[in-house]
């Protein structure tokens, strides 16, 4: 077998729900979770929280009343070692669990967040000021999904944002008061700098490519052009 340094610091199940029939799904989990927890008010995700966010998610699939078969099902042969979708933590149950009915959207979101805790995307910690569990992203896992995100929106560096960082991090000011740190975040921005021109450099191949290919008409040319390419590369 392959030795890997990768897989000695995250679960070599951690990428297997991105990858089958219900990765839309998990990906909108992933991300609802992520941004509720890094990109908002200070805040903690509490089990019970998560539960209510996923199951909401669920709720909004087209015609999930007719789907909820198809999608238990598809759970469950994620899962098929478990038989009961009840989590583990304090015996199985919520601090509230008892005081909400449980829709049948709530039993599936414990697949949901059960199947992405397996694969170690995150865990759970008792928290005595919120009186039960609070969900943890795991470190790999919050920057990988903050990888994934901006991918998704499409974002990418300023390139001219890029090169000023070199320039400051070898100011006189930077390499008097801290020399190896200055030569270590200016390598640092180099190496992202020299990464993103190759980036682009691959776009513009590849925009021409797909010019050619897909935009047969002047109208479609132009849209390519201001629609599409320029939010990737300028």
């Not at 999608?71 to 009961?84: G, T, W, Y």
């Not at 599936?108 to 995150?122: D, I, T």
Request: hydrophobic share 40%.
């Amino acid at each position: 077998m392959f030795q890997t340094t990768l897989f000695r610091e995250i679960p070599i199940s951690f990428f297997r729900p991105l990858g089958g029939k219900l990765a839309p799904l998990y990906w909108t989990v992933l991300e609802t979770l992520y941004t509720l927890d890094f990109e908002g008010e200070p805040f903690e995700i509490t089990q019970e929280t998560a539960i209510e966010q996923v199951a909401l998610l669920l709720e909004k699939l087209p015609e999930f009343d007719l789907r909820i078969t198809e999608v238990r099902q598809a759970l469950q042969s994620d899962l098929n070692e478990i038989l009961e979708p009840a989590n583990e933590h304090q015996n199985g149950k919520d601090d509230n669990q008892d005081a909400i009915e449980e829709r049948e959207a709530r039993k599936l979101s414990r697949y949901v967040l059960k199947r992405l805790e397996q694969c170690g995307w995150f865990d759970y910690e008792y928290r005595q000021s919120k009186k039960g569990f609070v969900l943890n992203f795991r470190d790999y896992a919050a920057r990988v999904l903050h990888t994934l995100i901006q991918v998704a929106n499409q974002e990418q560096p300023i390139l001219e944002g890029l090169a000023r960082n070199i320039k400051a991090s070898l100011s006189d000011q930077e390499l008097d008061e801290k020399p190896g740190v200055a030569i270590y975040n200016a390598q640092k921005a180099t190496k992202d700098y020299v990464r993103e021109i190759k980036i682009l450099s691959r776009n513009i191949h590849r925009y021409a490519d797909r010019a050619l290919n897909q935009a047969d008409t002047p109208k479609a040319l132009l849209e390519l052009q201001l629609d599409i390419y320029q939010k990737k590369v300028v």
